[in-house]
């Protein structure tokens, strides 16, 4: 007889612990937090389930390719990635190839060549202090990571992006400094980046600064985490096994268990 | 054991040079437990399992790491890039540091709640905590590694602790550094010690288990085991049930490195240290913050790491200022809510650790440090005059109580 030590007990001790638990964890994430709220936009790639949009993903990467990339780099990606986003490879090289990267030739000499696909993006700056030295001593950062490395990346992106608006009359904006309501202190050293039809989409859609803000996201959401596709994937398939598991060791259990729970 | 009780031939004759077999056979096999363990008996075996997925993942990972100031934030992206299901890897790696945590932090209150730690199971305990304290200073080096905005200015943050001891305090913090500042030494002495302090747990773990199989589990009713008729072979019945807790863990755990991987770190560490720019909040790993906060409620250096180190020295005497005979706290009833006031102080703390040192929050954390050493250093050993224990069963198998079973009675045996 275990009977002593009662069922409706323990599962209540159970209940509790996991309760705090969860409580303790949320907390201290909300904790973490900026106290600014961004909106909250439905992203493609949001939820266990979500998977990046091709189409929007590609507008994405034209943004950053003609807006974005004359100030901050992309040095965590090569050119041979975007095929996880739908290119080909002549269409790969002919992108990389647009940009140069130096070599030494056989005669010990500096020179350029065109990139390749096994190149890295091309840095618009040789080096930070050239970086900062070009934007007024702010330094754009790389672009590689931006969406892990902020709370809440996606949605921070996106409204920072279109967070330009004219400073309260009681903000003085210094020179060089830009008035955003999404960014923290609201001064922020980065130019207003997109305007209406800053770019032109070969697909048609309209270039709006809110289109681009969200294309450009979901490019950079990508290349912050460019295994997520394959990482759900994966997770449902382990997800489901661990459940057949979980499910047989149970029944398992109770079937060995039975004799003893009886007696 | 005369007469071998293996068929195999090559078994036997191995068995009878180097009992191995013997030995696994009466330790995993026939192996003594109560009939009456709970599901929190689970999260010891958890942790084993806890301990060497962090192994084996870390010794792949070691393989792809570059311990250099240049190179490892970009080692550890070549890794989630460019290595076959590196980001795999890592994320079991990063995701399994918290979740050894969450099975041994629950696995401790466990021991706290049914009086695990009392004789004479006092060595089995005290080298539980040792094996936190390593688990710490393992979890707190491995966190530099990346070399992330956070790794750095924690690692500065808290090696700097130690710049609080009196005379040597800035010698020993230029000693630890291996230089001036965090930097390409510290990141070198780290990996070295990261790699090699887990090896150090495995040791302590085989000495928690030697110590463990002396006596027995302890169970939910926390009175000795009487003979044959409370106790179950450990396999089947135990290795079944440990193995339905795995695959409940490995559950959660698998949620979280494929649908939330980053949940439980922080941005900050995708951010490649720099010296030159300090974060706005640094912040430790979720597992240090009680302690944090700890360290934050005194206003004083120095006292807030003695206070701090403290927290965990109270647990290594913790079998000597508890002066209650009863283990389980289902016969204590005052010290069960007092059970469950130090769980929740201890979240609050948590909490508090992760909140600026400002304001409400640098006077609850006071208020909850001042309870957090209450509780163990006069609530344990004064409870006991005053708390009346209720009748303890006969034994685990006799649900019924005798009129002689009481906790004194409980007492008097023990002593025998």
Redesign the interface.
Known sequence: MIKYSSKFFSNNILKLFVSLLIICISSVSFGAGEKINYPQLNWSFSGILGTFDRASQQRGLQVYKEVCSGCHGMRLLAYRNLKAIGYNEDEIKAFASENSVNTINDDGEVVERPARPSDKFVSPYPNDKAARAANGGAYPPDLSLIVKARPDGANYLHALLTGYIDAPSDQKVPDGMYYNKYYSGNLIGMPQPLYEDGVEYADGTKATPDQMAKDVTAFLAWASEPEMEDRKRLGISVMLFLLLLTALTYFSMKQIWAPIKKQ | MSKSKFKNPVVKWIDHRLPVFSFMDHELNHYPTP??L???WNFGSLAGFALVTMIVTGIVLSMNYTAHVDYAF?SV?RI??DVNHG??IR?IHMNGASFFF?VVY?HI?RGL?YGSYKAPRELLWILGVLILLLMMATAFMGYVLPWGQMSFWGATVITNLFSAIPLVGESIVTWLWGGFSVDNSTLNRFFSLHFVLPFVIVGVVILHLVALHRFGSN???GIDVKGTQDT?PFS??YT??D??G???F??FF??A???F????G???N??EANPMVTPA?I?PE?YF?PFYAILRAIPDKLGGVLFMFGAIAVLFILPWLDRSSVRSS?FRPIYKIFF?IL??DC?LL??LG??PAEGIYVLLSRIATAYYFFHFLILFPLLPYIEKTKPL?IS????ILGGAATASAFATREKK
């Open positions: 009939k009456n709970n599901y929190f970009d992206e989630m890039r980001w795999l994320y969450i629950i209150f709640y169970n939910p009713i179950v089947p019945y079944i049930k193995l339905f795995l695959s409940v490995l559950s698998a949620a490195v494929f649908f991987p980053n949940f439980m922080h941005p900050d995708y951010i909040h912040v979720w913050l289902q469950w769980l929740f979240i948590g909490y992760a909140m069963p685990i198998s006799e649900p």
